[in-house]
């Protein structure tokens, strides 16, 4: 783009087609050390990553909407061991972003942002979670503590993107303290401080354990992947997974045996010897992984394929960990709670 040639895009084009944040987002990530060019490839790219980060908040505050931190928030120690990986990453993510600002390197500071938007949360934690907040009872400790890790969270993320994405960061602040268009704005989130990084308890080998289970993570996909390529399974909560691995790696996913489906997002995860594998990982070696047809039927209400669906007969088309959420929202319901 070039003012002499002609080909120009004037600043009340792009907030007419895409909004003022898009705009500042794109200011923001210029490096203006070197030459700046604007496209509307580049505009489009930028409005791609703004959506990204906005429908990362929107899911967030959606599973917050019964969440009172007075009440619900538990401490650090209560926990999940995935929610306090994810304070962690949030601490690092302030301690980044800040100085980026601090040096004026804005382009460094919105790529933090954008990444752990939609890498760190989107593509990683929620994914994950999606299961525990979709269906626990609302008072289950798993779905108080992924709350409370998300509260933290947004409230740390609306501060951070503020100074780029005046109008979604005030938007955002707002719906987190439930504030309705009729209410008078009471506190604005301009009027905020940045956050510090959250004071944590040094949690020893927690960051290397989820580095580790992560990549073990990726590899499960690529068998998933591998197995859906050849139509033998749909969707990944129809799969069971077997993995085989040397004894360092052994250890750690027996350690989280009982949480490994849901971080492979399958319906069944087993630890054992595995004949003729789907797939064996070159990036971690030892670790093979068979792939198969979970046992069992699907469950209507969380997907998952087990061999307990039809338990009770009271609800023949759900599994027993559906029967026992429904029944505790029930006795909640008639409690008045």
Known sequence: MSKSLGNVIAPQEVIRQHG????????????????MR????????NADAYRKIRNTCRFILGNLFDFEPARHALPYDRLEEIDRWLLHQLGQLVARVRESYERYEFHLATQAIHRFSTVTLS??????LKDCLYTSPPDARARRSAQTAMHAVVGALTRLMAPVLCFTAEEVWQSLHRRRDSDPIESSVHAQEFPAPPDLPEEAGLLGRWERLLSVREEVLKALEMVRAAGILGNSLEARV????????AALLERHAPFLRFLFIVSRADLGPVGAPTYASDRLPGLRIAVERAPGLKCERCWNVTQDVGGDPAFPTLCARCVAAVQ???AARGAGV
């Open 20 to 35: 003022g944040d898009v705009l500042r987002l794109w200011v923001a990530t210029v490096d203006f050390l070197e030459d």
């Open 38 to 45: 604007l496209s509307q490839e580049i505009l489009a790219r």
């Open 123 to 128: 593509a990683l934690y929620l994914d994950i």
């Open 242 to 249: 077997t993995l085989q691995a040397g004894a360092e790696d």
């Open 328 to 330: 505790a929202i029930t």
